[in-house]
């Protein structure tokens, strides 16, 4: 794997294929915009060919099963569907297939049947290890179901990805934190968080309309999804994706009535972590807080973040340090991007070039 550059990700939705069941949270074709359930050979040929031409200079292809309960489907047909990748791997085309599917259809004769082919991960709906959460959210497996699997994955040495919902019926942040440890405790390879919205044709539209359910808001969402991230990052999980994949279908407010839904959730998460990282450093340093100026260097490529969602970050620092006039300087003096090095500057010193005031 080119660990320099990401793989080109070919996305074959299933939804709602291979689901024993509608969970409580759940329309997969409103998220995946897609009303059949199962692509058939032809359909999925002209989608490989289609997202081969945007390859460009990635060396490594992977194609991923999403929306639905791989391992539940019939194993005739998974078999089915992984030969038709098969031969785009023969072909050094696509270099990996990876799937997301339930906990509790991990068992040593699924593994065992994908033995022959290049998996190269394999992405658990875990949402949340606790039980009673589970239940009220209409799951159908357990927290168990999830440790096992974990562990049997690992014995078969396949790359695991957890997927986890924020805002599920009845949860609370001391039960969804506790959570998110004991999962984070079972060392995963990656894992995406995803905020619960509310969908037209989901068990969950007619909690939401008779009052029942109440969703997050999105400031609520926020910060309990940067809390999550913190969680798996302290234990060197790597969490690749927070927030919906944006879409025409989720800007639809007729098929998504509710939920802290924002096109780019995962900035707004970021921009919450340089922000209290900001506040922080300042608290801390009675140097810092009695200076009037201070420059707040960030890699390049952070700056947006740094900034916060149409400038919020530095509107909330001004706030907080009004005695304080703030600078920014991108110009690559800090090389980890996820890092901010505040420095005071005195009238007297010359201002670096590649220096910004907030209104720049």
Known sequence: MNKRCKPLVIPIFIPHSGCPHQCAFCNQSIITNQKSNLPDKYQINDIITQYLQYKGKRESVELAFFGGNFLGLPHKTIIELLEIVNTYISENKIHGIRFSTRPDTINPQTLDLLKPYTISAIELGVQSMNDEILLKSKRGHTAGD??????LLKDYSFKIGVQVMVGLPDDSESSLLKSTHKLA???PDFARIYPLMVLKGSPMEQWYKKGLYKPLTLEES????????QIFQ????????MGLQASDMMEDQSMVLAGPWHPAFGHLVFSQIFYDMICRKIDQSPELLKTKSL?????????????????????KLKSRYPKIDFLIDSGNTIQNKNCVDIKPFSCWEKLPRSAKTFDN
Do not use: F, P, Q, W
Request: without cysteine; positive net charge.
């Open 146 to 151: 999830t440790i096992k699997a974990i562990g």
């Open 234 to 241: 302290a234990d060197n999980i790597d969490v690749i994706r």
């Open 185 to 187: 405790k079972l060392a």
């Open 222 to 229: 926020v910060k309990l999804v940067k809390k999550m991230y």
């Open 295 to 315: 420059i707040l260097n960030v890699h390049h490529r952070s700056e947006s973040r740094l900034r916060g969602d149409k400038n919020s970050n530095l509107k």
